[in-house]
C-alpha cells in the first residue's frame, strides 16, 4: 500500500509541475519549487523525469541580468508532443494539430452530407488529418471531439439540437472503439471557448459565466474557479431556458427556447419580418433571412439603418432578460458574451447594458461585469487542448487509451 500511495504522490507532483511550467513558460526549477512548495531536490529530479519523457525541454540559461549563475529556462515540449482536436460543427469536421504549449501546427477543414454522413467518414477524417500526421517519434498526448451538444456521462450519448444526431446514438462509443489505444476526451464546445478566454484572458473572477451566442446559444458556468459539473455541457442549457411559454416550438421540445429568439438563425427571421411590415426600405430588406448574419446586420446599424437598429434592439431584450434570469439564479461576478453574436457591436452590447439594469435585480445586476471574449476563432481549439493538458492528461510513459468526458 505504501509503494502505491508513493506512486499516486509522484504522478500527482509530476502533472503539478507539468502543468505550472505549461503556465508559465520560461520558469526555472527554482522558481518551480518556490511555487510548487516542494523541495528543490525533488523539483530537480521531477524535472529531470519529464525531460528524459520528453514532456518537457529545458531552454538553456536565461537572458534575465542577475548576479551569479542564470537559471535555466524549462518549457513543456511543443514541438514532439501534440494533442489532435476535432471541431464537429453544423457545418463539417476541422481537424487540428496542437503543440503542448497550444500552438497551432496544422489544421484541416471539410464539408459533408448533414444528412447523410456517417462516422467512418469522420473517423477518416481523424486519421488521414491528426493519426497519420504524427510522424517518427512523435507523441499524440491525447484526441479531443468538441461538438456543439451535451455530452452524457452516464449514458455516453451525444444530446445535439444543432448537429444532426439521432436520440439514441453510439457516437462516443464507436468513436472510442476505433482510437482504443488513444486517450479520447468529448467536450462542449462553450466550455472549450469559455476555458480558453478564462486562461488565455487571465480572468480573475472566481464565479463567472461563458455565453456563447452562433445559430443558437450554450453557456459554461464557473464556481470557485472550476467548470460547474465538468466541461460536458451537461450542467445548464441556457439555450432551452423558455423566455416565451406560447412562442415557436424547438428541437428540444420546449417553446420559446432563448435561442429560437436570440441566435443568429432568430436574427434572420426578425429582420425579415421586420422589413415586410415596417421598413420596406431598410438595406435588408430583399436579402434571405438565410443569409442575414449578424456582422451583416451590424453593418447595417452603422448605416442607420432603422429595421437593423429595431432587430438588434429586440434581441439585446430578449438576451438581457435571460441574462438577468441567470443572475438571479446564479449571481456570478462576470459574464463574458463570445461566439459570432460579439460582431453586433457596441450598439448591441449598450442595448443589452441597458435592458439589464432596467429590468433585473437591480442589487445583483449591479455587481456583474459584462463584456464581449478576447480571445479570437482558434480559441475553441486551443480551449479543448488546454483542457485535456490541464485536466485529463496522465503524466506515463505508456498512455492508456481511456475515455474522458
Not at 351 to 363: A, D, P, V
Not at 366 to 379: F, W
Request: glycine content about 8%; proline content about 2%.
Amino acid at each position: 500500500m505504501k509503494i502505491v500511495n508513493q506512486q499516486i504522490i509522484k504522478e500527482t507532483n509530476l502533472k503539478r509541475i507539468y502543468t505550472t511550467i505549461g503556465n508559465e513558460p520560461g520558469i526555472s526549477r527554482a522558481q518551480l519549487a518556490k511555487e510548487t512548495e516542494l523541495s528543490r531536490a525533488t523539483v530537480s529530479s521531477l524535472v529531470d523525469e519529464l525531460i528524459r519523457m520528453r514532456f518537457v525541454v529545458d531552454g538553456g540559461a536565461s537572458d534575465i541580468n542577475s548576479i551569479g549563475r542564470r537559471p535555466n529556462m524549462l518549457f513543456v515540449n511543443d514541438a514532439e508532443t501534440f494533442i489532435g482536436v476535432v471541431d464537429w460543427t453544423g457545418e463539417g469536421i476541422r481537424c487540428v494539430i496542437i503543440g503542448a504549449g497550444c500552438t497551432i501546427v496544422k489544421e484541416s477543414f471539410s464539408t459533408f452530407d448533414l444528412q447523410n454522413w456517417s462516422i467512418d467518414e469522420i473517423c477518416n477524417q481523424i486519421d488521414q488529418n491528426i493519426i497519420s500526421e504524427i510522424k517518427g517519434d512523435n507523441i499524440l498526448l491525447g484526441l479531443c471531439i468538441v461538438v456543439p451538444a451535451m455530452i452524457d456521462p452516464v449514458s455516453k450519448q451525444i444530446i445535439s439540437t444543432v448537429i444532426n444526431i439521432e436520440e439514441n446514438n453510439t457516437i462516443v462509443s464507436e468513436l472510442k472503439k476505433k482510437f482504443k489505444d488513444i486517450p479520447v476526451a468529448f467536450l462542449n464546445d462553450t466550455a472549450c471557448l469559455a476555458y480558453a478566454e478564462k486562461i488565455f484572458s487571465n480572468i480573475r473572477e472566481s464565479n463567472f459565466v461563458y455565453v456563447n451566442i452562433e445559430e443558437g446559444v450554450g453557456a459554461t458556468l464557473f464556481m470557485n474557479g472550476e467548470f460547474l459539473r465538468g466541461s460536458n455541457g451537461m450542467a445548464t442549457q441556457f439555450g432551452h431556458f423558455s423566455i416565451d411559454r406560447n412562442g415557436p416550438k424547438c428541437r428540444c421540445g420546449n417553446r420559446g427556447c432563448f435561442e429560437l429568439m436570440v441566435g443568429e438563425n432568430a436574427l434572420g427571421h426578425r429582420v425579415e419580418q421586420l422589413a415586410k411590415d415596417k421598413f420596406p426600405e431598410s438595406v435588408l430588406a430583399h436579402i434571405p433571412s438565410k443569409e442575414i448574419k449578424f456582422n451583416t446586420v451590424r453593418q447595417a446599424v452603422n448605416l442607420k439603418d432603422e429595421c437593423a437598429i429595431t432587430a438588434v434592439s429586440m434581441v439585446a431584450e430578449d438576451l438581457a432578460f435571460g441574462l438577468n434570469n441567470l443572475i438571479s439564479l446564479y449571481n456570478p461576478e462576470l459574464i463574458v458574451l463570445g461566439g459570432r453574436g460579439a460582431q453586433l457591436g457596441d450598439y448591441f452590447m449598450s442595448e443589452i447594458k441597458k435592458n439589464m439594469l432596467s429590468n433585473g435585480f437591480t442589487r445583483l445586476v449591479n455587481n456583474v461585469s459584462l463584456r464581449y471574449a478576447k480571445q479570437n476563432e482558434n480559441a475553441k481549439v486551443k480551449g479543448a487542448a488546454k483542457i485535456y493538458l490541464d485536466k485529463f492528461l496522465v503524466i506515463t510513459e505508456n498512455p492508456t487509451g481511456d475515455l474522458f468526458i
